[in-house]
């Protein structure tokens, strides 16, 4: 009998990827209120306009859009057989821009192309760069970002690669953020949102701690994972990760983003994302706060509508506003750094 | 650089209610197909009128309804971080009643009326007696109820108000329930219902041991907590309750009514609520049971329907029908013991 | 004041049954993209038919179907409590069939016809074999299975009924198979699906390791489990089962049914189960990893639609490939045997 492993996917080595290559992920998903419903019990989310159709409405908006980073996740989850099966580290995001919003119905693909690839001086691992766009039904791209990893070769003797490494910019100018269709906070209900806090009243480099916390459970990671089609071993096999199964860096982002509704809830869509560090591992029992910072701030051409520019940090411990020691290093109990772009009512 | 708390949500303290004041909670939400499927993964509910479409259009619905207890935690977690962010004990439920039933694509927000105050003679709580309406999208009250909470004074300085304690029902009468448009149970079928027992098979007095028990989980519970956007602090936060995560007292409630489907499958829809109890906190480990006692019974003026008034205790060890010990108090085992009408085929 | 336990359902023993009994069972259910949300938030599933709309209508169907086991869970869970509420142990399965494709908003019932009963020679049980249907809103049968289950008597004076063994297929013939309507899979997208492999790409007698692993959580199970409305005790309560609570096979089937994607992913479409054994039982903490073997090969009538016949093997430890021991016995490690019909592109 013949015994095959050659029909399982061995994922993509530093030397499978060539500048110029466009992946082409598998596996579409229609996402629906189930998707919302899910988000809502993994993650204490609130803000009204990604719960209610009624307050979306009001915005401007045809209805209640799936939550910014559940789309974001889907379109990431894609990814993962093809990018990072292989990958040693994930070393950084930029350039992410959310286009369009997704809604109840809409089916999302993935594509990838390779924009960059250096062979690290070691021979053993290179640095790739793709730019993954996230596409709706009508082939629109719903959204994009920059993303690299370092993936290890599997044939040593592989040639290295003419080496390229895209300029990416260190965050995207107010100008570069796309504001959704018809997005309106003119008639913005405060009340309803949760905080009388406006654009106005965020100061840059003002420093807000989210006070709550959620302690980490098993369960709850691997469902938010499996959702998004994200199956690496890494996050579900405890055989294979006998110190803890590993939490998905994108949990950490949901969870933190949903605890700075407490200070930031009319912080409402993501538009930007500018950069991010997964600064350390995260397991089951950690207990996870976060707290913000405002980097920018910048007007938009929408009525009602201004942009905050924000530093999201993430921690399982420590005092808030704590990122980095004396060495210039991230403090072990920092679990993300995130700078992005949000659209608040002026 | 400016560091702020103010900006995150203190809670209301008790002397920043006063009688009469109007509460519009924030974060309205749409329920979808998505709740319903939770509602059913996190809870054994198998009440075929909250399971089916077809099932519910035989009696007179226009489709299968949300659980009524997911409407109840629905409008209840919208209140707590006006209500109860800084109390020290929910003290009871009053004249709850149900009067519209809640349908996927509804959205619901609440409001809270302020009904009574009165400090505490130590002076440094008092107890604040709030009516609670969710209304939906239409602006329609879809269900009301009374809770009186003891809260912390932030202020010990500030003066004692006019103590006003609202006269409320200690049970609804059979009169004042409301039931749903349309409903008619003559063509009832008890074959997909699960049981053959109907209205006249329940005698005031009898006594039901719901036999079925689940064993809680931390990730159950939170998910429940939150997919209700009750995001107090004390069911998440293992840090800040190092003895163990309380859980949130809806969920108790949720299960109990689950379990109770085995010996009272035809107690379809709840329409009131007389009042209810938390006798002591429940924590991931415990194993929930349930027991039952009919308190009262009425014919309705909808064909084929009437109305049963039921005791619904929940425990988590110990003999059935027990309830308090010699010194009239709840014995340690008995989490829940609520009061509520349920409308049955006759 | 009466204390009834003789309101809640003690299930049927041996005795209860007769050849020609039809069961009703109780609570239908109407399904969402709730259900099929939690599916995919459950188990790591990534079949692009039922992820995906528009990758369905690339494939002749008019949006993306429930996953085929959710269908059946949602069918098998109705029967538990009329036909394995007493039951000793599930022998079998045979002549499963899959006819019509379940959408969102279908309402689906079960029913199920006792074709054999036969009391074991020590007198205290007997096994009892039953086909049971689901059916949907329309009354059309969508899938159907023969089972059989060892149940206990109540009452050992009862007479031993006449034997009746059915004569069950050892497995369908492909000709046996239902493809549904419209099925066309010419237009096939395999970068869509995940894997280039085809029909013709498996061989008779080959054997295909899926790598991946997971460990399984009680909360996850018991969320399975009950979003099935499978409330068997066994599986819910530690008081009831101190070593542990027993994990619903079901669970498992479609664990390991969903980690064969990994090297099956154009194993679309499950049509036809041949029988199938749970051969150790499963608890939280068990890695469930699994591998196939293909069984048998066959053309259908349907455009681009080949018939593969697989033998599934989830196991919770030891080498893939490895089934019984020299006694004949399955090994320690094995936790299912599953003999399935699976439509692929050609």
């Given at each position: 009998m013949a015994q095959s492993q050659q029909k399982t996917n061995p994922g993509r080595f530093f030397e499978d990827y060539a500048v110029g290559d466009v992946l082409k992920h598998a596996v579409p998903r229609t996402v629906s209120g189930g998707e919302r419903a899910l988000y809502h019990a993994l993650y204490p989310a609130r803000h009204a306009l990604y719960s209610s159709d009624s307050f979306a409405q009001g915005c401007g908006l045809a209805s209640s859009p799936i939550d910014d980073l559940a789309a974001f996740h889907v379109v990431f989850g894609k990814t993962v057989p093809d990018?990072?099966?292989?990958?040693?580290?994930?070393l950084g995001y930029a350039e992410g821009r959310w286009l369009i919003p997704v809604y109840p119905g809409d089916t999302l693909r993935s594509e990838s192309e390779v924009i960059g690839v250096k062979q690290n001086s070691n021979g053993k691992t290179g640095v790739v760069y793709v730019r993954t766009r996230g596409l709706n039904q009508r082939d629109e791209v719903v959204m994009e970002y920059v993303r690299w990893v370092m993936v290890r070769k599997s044939d040593l003797d592989a040639p290295a690669p003419e080496p390229v490494v895209p300029e990416l910019k260190k965050g995207l100018d107010a100008a570069d953020l796309v504001i959704p269709?018809?997005?309106?906070?003119?008639?913005?209900d405060f009340d309803l949102a949760g905080e009388?806090?406006?654009?106005?009243?965020?100061?840059?480099?003002e420093q807000i701690d989210h006070v709550d916390g959620v302690t980490i459970e098993e369960a709850e990671h691997m469902m938010a994972t499996r959702l998004w089609q994200n199956t690496a071993k890494v996050h579900f096999d405890l055989s294979f990760r006998p110190d803890g199964r590993l939490i998905y860096g994108g949990h950490v982002i949901s969870m933190a983003r949903a605890l700075s509704?407490?200070?930031?809830?009319?912080?409402?869509?993501?538009?930007?994302?500018?950069g991010g560090a997964h600064a350390n591992p995260c397991f089951a029992g950690d207990t996870i706060k976060a707290w913000s910072e405002v980097l920018d701030k910048s007007e938009t051409a929408a009525p009602g509508v201004g942009a905050v520019r924000l530093r999201l940090v993430a921690t399982k411990?420590?005092?808030?506003f704590e990122l980095r020691g004396a060495d210039g290093k991230y403090l072990p109990d920092v679990l993300l750094d995130l700078d992005y772009w949000v659209l608040m009512p002026m």
């Open positions: 990018v990072s099966l292989n990958a040693v580290a994930n269709e018809g997005l309106d906070f003119s008639a913005y009388p806090h406006r654009w106005g009243d965020y100061e840059i480099g509704f407490n200070g930031l809830a009319n912080a409402q869509m993501i538009v930007g994302l500018n411990g420590g005092a808030p």
